[in-house]
């Protein structure tokens, strides 16, 4: 009997801490690379988001991928002001610089600060290729108007391919890469959804 009550409990004690934990995050300001799915030998587009911005003025961030994948080219969101970027995409890590001297107030919007284009191995082995941020602030590398440092978690992401080269099923997780089914599937799936949200692609 108290093994039934016990359960439950511990079930909404995690829910709970997961809710709060969730929402601590959601108004943390964030840069991310997106996760996505791309064929084998083929194009994989991911984009770069900023959310919760509290106003910057500069951006410089580092870009480093999986060694397998060649970068092809980098396009800009168009929301942090003047972008610049080196015409050699052979660089990994390659640096991404938004530098606005001349401007006399904050960027606050949320979005898509750059897209990347990188050109998938055609490899028979299902796997991912991590794709990272990095920034050093005691280079002044995001500031705000003030000249000071802006703090921002960064959330890894990766390009996810299948064993056959095709794109993977939308049953595959995210964080994993594996497909889950029935009622402990879902949960998993559950379960790696929040770690996704929170921390990136594994």
Same mark, same amino acid.
């Given at each position: ?15 709970? @801490? ?8 959601? @108004?943390? *300001? ?5 996760? #996505? ?14 959310? +919760?911005? *509290? ?8 870009? %480093?991928? &999986? *060694? ?5 080219? #980098? ?15 052979? +660089?990994? *890590? ?7 001297? =001349?401007?006399?107030?904050?960027? +606050?919007? &949320?979005?898509? !600060?750059? !897209? ?5 191995? &055609? ?7 991590? !794709? %990272?941020?990095?920034? &050093? ?11 000071? =440092? ?10 996810? #391919?299948?064993? @056959?080269?095709? =794109? #993977? =099923? ?9 497909? +889950? ?6 949960? $998993?799936?559950? $379960? ?11």
């Amino acid at each position: 009997m108290k093994k039934r009550i016990l359960i439950p409990i511990l079930v909404l004690v995690f829910l709970l @801490a997961t809710a709060s934990i969730v929402i601590n995050a959601a @108004a943390t *300001p964030t840069i991310s690379v997106e996760s #996505v799915v791309a064929r084998a030998g083929e194009e994989a587009v991911v984009k770069i988001t900023m959310e +919760h911005n *509290p106003g910057v003025i500069g951006v410089g961030l580092t870009v %480093s991928y &999986d *060694p397998e994948l060649t970068l092809t080219g #980098v396009e800009d969101g168009r929301i942090l002001g003047e972008f610049i970027s080196a015409p050699n995409y052979k +660089h990994n *890590p390659y640096y991404l610089t938004w530098s606005n001297d =001349t401007v006399e107030e904050d960027f +606050h919007d &949320d979005g898509v !600060i750059a !897209i990347l284009y990188f050109s998938v191995p &055609d490899s028979e082995e299902k796997r991912s290729y991590d !794709i %990272s941020l990095s920034y &050093d602030n005691k280079n002044f590398e995001i500031f705000n108007y003030q000249t000071k =440092t802006v703090e921002f978690r960064l959330k890894p992401g990766a390009i996810y #391919v299948n064993e @056959a080269g095709e =794109t #993977v =099923t939308d049953k595959a997780c995210f964080y994993c890469g594996h497909e +889950h089914t029935g009622l402990l599937g879902w949960f $998993i799936k559950w $379960i790696h959804q929040i770690l996704f949200k929170l921390f990136g692609a594994k």
